[in-house]
């Protein structure tokens, strides 16, 4: 498994501190303002510059629940250090390596033991462990809300744990973000599934006093393309999850079925088209392509990813669509028809990865009543109060609402619905209590 090595290494403690110590602490940090979640990076930088780990870290942990997978999968060449001053000298600080590397060295030196208060302020479900159902239950644990996760997985974590490689992500970094949340108080509930073991009703009915749905696309979208429907076309995230699954002792080599020498094309240019690609090298494919019907300018993918991915030899064709694919005997291809700038070319494969996005599942919202979708099924929300569907006191965020694109992003829009929760529950309970009073005095 050493080809899943995580392939960018940590600062040691001396390189940290020395690339805190550049930053020119900006009255108008432009770093902050490119953060999704406004983390105050001079502020925890500055900390660092003078070896205050600890007082870094809580910084970090007012806006971040989740720093050590941030400060790696992030896509800071857009955000915080595409908004650094010092890019104008072409060298800006390393910002996305400071902040993993606070976050391993505090997990590593057991320096953080947060304060964690009484949970009397109200009980909320999460469905879902992905980036969002993280942040809503970190955020609402630390204001004294009692949070249990409903997660239909064997262990938490979403597409942290299934969805991005080992190599851009260790499994164990994800596990140890998952365990500071857990010691704040959080409940999870594995292998659940909500809209099959339990609905909203249900938990309803347990007495929780809001619930969040933060589960994601788990429906893959399909392409128009003649032989799609063959064994050997698999979506990215079903190849992706089955190589974690494997990498983890839970499934046999010959069951991830990418690999081998195999000829493989990728089609779309996402982060998940990328790690696809890369990973089907790392899986022993002899030749990975990745086929986009736009120009290299115009892909969603990081640059620096997609740097990484020519260096380790992955192959790409631009403005570029497959409009037919051939199946042979069993579930391998014979080849695939593309079409570039109007002119066809065949083109031998032996499987397709198709990474051009998902949808929602139906399983949730095709259970309990009042709660509305749009034409392509995601879920339809308020802005007042932020995150709220048409169910109430039933909350949304993250991508089954169809609004963030990345981690940073869910967790970004999470947050916002988490404050959201937190007014909803106080109000909700403020009532009651008002009820019970009334009640009380009727009575007597």
Request: aromatic share 6%; proline share 4%; hydrophobic share 40%.
């Amino acid at each position: 498994m050493n080809e899943f090595k995580e392939v960018s290494e940590n600062y040691t403690l001396p390189e940290a501190v020395r690339e805190a110590q550049r930053c020119l602490h900006c009255k108008v940090p432009l770093c902050k303002k490119g953060c999704p979640i406004s983390n105050d990076i001079p502020e925890w930088i500055a900390e660092l510059a003078k070896g205050n780990f600890g007082n870094a870290m809580s910084i970090i942990n007012a806006r971040s629940n989740l720093p050590a997978v941030c400060g790696r999968v992030c896509g800071h060449e857009r955000q915080c250090e595409g908004s650094c001053v010092l890019n104008k000298t072409g060298r800006h600080i390393n910002i996305g390596k400071l902040e993993r590397f606070v976050a391993d060295f505090d997990c590593e030196a057991d320096l953080t033991h947060e304060a964690i208060p009484e949970k009397k302020r109200g009980s909320v479900a999460v469905i879902g462990s992905g980036p969002a159902g993280l942040t809503i239950a970190g955020d609402l644990a630390r204001k004294g809300f009692r949070v249990e996760i409903f997660e239909m997985e064997s262990e938490p974590g979403g597409v942290l744990m299934f969805g991005i490689p080992e190599y851009r992500l260790p499994k164990e970094v994800v596990r140890r973000e998952i365990k500071k949340i857990e010691n704040l108080g959080v409940t999870f509930h594995l292998l659940t599934t909500i809209g099959r073991d339990f609905t909203i009703d249900d938990l309803f009915a347990r007495g929780f006093d809001a619930i969040f749905m933060g589960t994601g696309t788990g429906k893959p979208k399909k392409l128009p393309i003649h032989g799609i429907e063959h064994p050997g076309v698999r979506q990215a995230i079903w190849f992706l999850r089955r190589v974690s699954l494997y990498q983890s002792g839970l499934m046999d080599r010959k069951e991830v079925i990418v690999g081998n020498g195999d000829k493989v094309a990728v089609i779309g240019c996402g982060n998940t088209a990328i790690d696809a690609a890369r990973t089907a090298l790392r899986m022993g494919s002899g030749e990975v392509t990745v086929i986009y019907h736009r120009t290299i300018n115009e892909m969603s993918a990081l640059r620096a990813e997609y740097d990484d991915a020519v260096a380790e030899g992955v192959r790409f064709m631009w403005k570029s669509s497959v409009v037919e694919i051939e199946g042979g005997n069993d579930d391998r291809l014979r080849s695939i028809t593309v079409e570039t700038d109007g002119v066809r070319s065949r083109m031998e494969v032996d499987r397709v990865i198709l990474a051009v996005g998902s949808a929602p599942a139906s399983r949730i919202v095709s259970t309990t009543d009042g709660i509305d979708v749009d034409h392509k099924g995601y879920v339809l929300t308020r802005e007042t109060p932020y995150g709220m569907t048409t169910r109430r006191g039933v909350f949304a965020g993250g991508d089954v609402t169809n609004r963030p694109a990345t981690v940073v992003h869910a967790m970004q829009d999470a947050k916002k619905v988490a404050e959201e929760i937190v007014k909803y529950v106080d109000a909700k309970r403020l009532m009651e209590s008002l009820d019970a009073d009334d009640a009380r005095r009727a009575d007597a």
